[in-house]
């Protein structure tokens, strides 16, 4: 379910009216939902503030993580989402490739390093730091949504690369804050003197 057909539908009766009540029925939309929904079209949905809904999917949170499930309810910058639970990674990983390269070649993941950090970024800028033509990589990141364009360099007049929602759901971030930090990944000063 998009959040656009959610803004459009109307209950037929009262969530409380179903069995399980609220929780039940938000229970049954988000495992129907393809994306991540939001509080505010949930609440349209099933006729009760966005304020009881967020104080629902909190409550619904907290018990799924002392019941020890092997999902999780997470609120993304998107909205709200049923999510395999990091722990299970490996699990689900196998499960769902199975046998199949499901992986961002390195290349890939080296240009969505370099669109992360340094964005808005043109694909020459990507190309000029890795050193090679990136615009294979680029175009699979851009294809598995992980990035998009956000207008035109005002120099080079060259579309702008940045990440998208999608990738920081994938990241677990909720926002670009959340990335760690590269000063423990770089040389050391005299080391790049040397070089």
């Given at each position: ?8 539908t109307a209950p037929t009766q009262p969530a409380d009216d179903y069995e399980g009540g609220l929780r039940a029925c938000l229970e049954a939309v988000l495992m129907a939902a393809d994306e991540p929904q ?158």
């Amino acid at each position: 379910m998009s959040n656009a057909a959610a803004s459009n539908t109307a209950p037929t009766q009262p969530a409380d009216d179903y069995e399980g009540g609220l929780r039940a029925c938000l229970e049954a939309v988000l495992m129907a939902a393809d994306e991540p929904q939001r509080e505010a079209d949930l609440a349209r949905v099933l006729g009760r503030s966005a304020a009881v809904i967020g104080e629902t999917l909190e409550l619904m949170r907290a018990d799924y993580d002392a019941e020890q499930r092997g999902f999780e309810l997470r609120r993304t910058t998107r909205g709200w989402q049923y999510a395999s639970r990091a722990a299970f990674e490996p699990v689900v990983a196998a499960f769902v490739t199975d046998g199949q390269t499901a992986r961002l070649s390195q290349a890939a993941m080296e240009a969505l390093a370099i669109i992360a950090y340094q964005q808005p970024v043109t694909r020459a800028q990507v190309a000029a730091i890795r050193g090679v033509n990136s615009d294979g990589v680029i175009r699979s990141l851009t294809v598995r949504g992980l990035v998009r364009e956000d207008g035109a360099d005002p120099e080079s007049r060259a579309a702008r690369l940045v990440t998208t929602e999608l990738f920081l759901d994938k990241m677990g971030l909720d926002s670009l804050a959340g990335l760690p930090e590269l000063a423990p990944f770089l040389p050391a000063a005299d080391t790049v003197a040397e070089l």
